[in-house]
């Protein structure tokens, strides 16, 4: 079953044109906890989208920074119409893990901090920008993700505001969401 609340925002995905190759990316940004995996996941039942969540690529808690040059080289396979591969990162054993398949679609939703980096937006047909206050933000982090994440918050929360300001990724979403009051 499919949410009509997200119709408004797929017939906006529908009108940009596919800047990969053939495959229209839509990229979902914004600090932890501010909703993207649950937004995504809704947008792309909606959608009919296929996702690529970046948690699947963070090299570790430390590893923001190395993200996007992983993603871009995903979407440079995909633009010329291969498959796009990176290592999975092992969370468990904190290291590099098998390796992960992007094949071009028509349709390619990316979940995750640094989902909107300068490098990737060539590729990118629309980015949105997920927010929520810091402190509901924390709270859903932490209700979801426990004490895996409680140790490293202040790591990674350090590391997404160097990389926002950085990247100024706020600025350039073409579409801006609030997910919590």
């Known amino acids: ?26 990229a979902v940004d914004g600090p932890s906890g501010s909703g993207k995996t649950s937004f995504v996941a809704e947008l792309a039942d909606t959608a009919g ?7 699947d690529l963070y090299p570790g808690w430390h590893g923001l920074v190395a993200t996007p040059p992983l993603v871009h080289g995903i979407l440079e396979a995909i633009a010329v119409g291969n498959v796009g591969t990176a290592a999975r990162w092992d969370w468990v054993d904190d290291q590099p893990g098998p390796l992960l398949h992007v094949a071009p679609a028509p349709l390619l939703i990316l979940d995750g ?13 629309l980015l949105i920008w997920l927010d929520a206050p810091s402190d509901v933000r924390k709270q859903r982090a932490l209700a979801r993700d426990g004490d895996v994440f409680a140790p490293y918050w202040d790591i990674w929360a350090a590391q997404e505001a160097a990389h926002f300001t950085a990247e100024e990724t706020r600025r350039h979403a073409d579409v801006v969401v609030h997910t919590g009051a």
């Open 1 to 26: 079953m499919t949410s009509h609340r997200y119709d408004g925002l797929v017939a906006l995905i529908r009108e940009r044109q596919p800047a990969c190759g053939s495959t229209t990316v839509v």
């Open 113 to 125: 901090v640094g989902s909107g980096a300068a490098m990737l937006r060539p590729f990118v047909s």
């Open 49 to 55: 989208a296929d996702v690529l969540h970046l948690e």
